[in-house]
């Protein structure tokens, strides 16, 4: 393999204008974290859970379980589960509003926040479900799908002889995002777009490879554990958040990770030719 290039994905607000003067406040419900990829761990009280989100610029839900607090920075969490009080779970969210209490019947109901005048996001409340959704505007060279779970922006950015692991954390921390899988078909044909004259000729694979979403399981890793529950994409561990059917199309004889036994190809690939795509792949 000649170039191994990272898949990055990541969402990013359009502007919108709010007023200065209402205040930012902490609705607290009974509920828990559904829809996210990445938040900040802490050991702390419920009170210091919440004040601690409150003072922090970018945090923008709090949850709480057992004395563990998970503070969740805007793009990080898209969907709140709305429980009763004897689920011993609660979530803080920061709004704008000069509400002083949530109706336990607040279906339909609209709300509004900002972290700065160029990052705002709206808050819609449907029966037991609490749903982030921030006006997206994908980075230059980025494009904006519109998933059955909300809007995903991907892209592509090119490293050499990068490793998967290696992919993740540049995108964690420089986009706040996740590598990405494949929703549809519409989005692995952006990008076999994206890279067409970049793609290197020559190698034994006819084509480069692009890191995507996927980490083989434990479970699966051996000749030994193949079975109904390790076929196919079922072998790996998908991150991607709002991807709601894995549209992985693997190349003939693959995934042939177990088959070799040799426990190393454990993460995927999409491997581009100059023209076209040729399938999913698992890789070291």
């Not at 490793?163 to 995002?177: A, D, H, K, S, W």
Request: with cysteine; hydrophobic share 30%.
């Amino acid at each position: 393999m000649n170039t191994q290039l990272y898949l990055f994905v990541l969402g990013i607000l359009t502007k919108l204008a709010f007023s200065n003067q209402t205040p930012q406040k902490m609705i607290l419900i009974h509920g828990a974290p559904m829809i996210y990829f990445n938040f900040t761990e802490k050991t702390a009280t419920w009170e210091t859970c919440i004040t601690t989100c409150y003072s922090s610029p970018g945090c923008i839900v709090a949850g709480f379980e057992d004395g563990i607090c998970k503070l969740f920075e805007i793009g990080s969490i898209s969907t709140i589960k709305r429980l009763d009080a004897n689920s011993g779970k609660q979530v803080a969210v920061k709004i704008i509003s000069n509400l002083t209490s949530c109706a336990s019947t607040a279906a339909g109901n609209s709300l509004q926040s900002l972290i700065e005048p160029d990052q705002p996001y709206n808050i819609t409340i449907s029966l037991d479900t609490w749903t982030i959704r921030q006006p997206p505007k994908c980075p230059e060279n980025f494009q904006i799908f519109e998933r059955p779970l909300g809007s995903w922006c991907i892209g592509v950015i090119t490293q050499q002889k990068a490793t998967q692991p290696e992919g993740t954390r540049y995108c964690r921390e420089v986009y706040n995002g996740v590598l990405s899988g494949f929703d549809n078909n519409t989005e692995k044909e952006f990008v076999v777009k994206s890279t067409k004259g970049t793609v290197a000729s020559g190698n034994g694979y006819q084509g480069d490879a692009y890191w995507v979403n996927g980490e083989r399981k434990s479970s699966c890793m051996w000749k030994n554990q193949t079975g109904p529950d390790c076929e196919g994409v079922k072998a790996f561990t998908i991150t991607d958040p709002l991807i709601s059917t894995i549209s992985y199309n693997w190349g003939d004889y693959e995934p042939s990770g177990m088959i070799d036994n040799q426990g190393t190809s454990n993460c995927i690939v999409f491997r581009v030719g100059r023209t076209v795509g040729r399938g999913t792949d698992d890789a070291p």
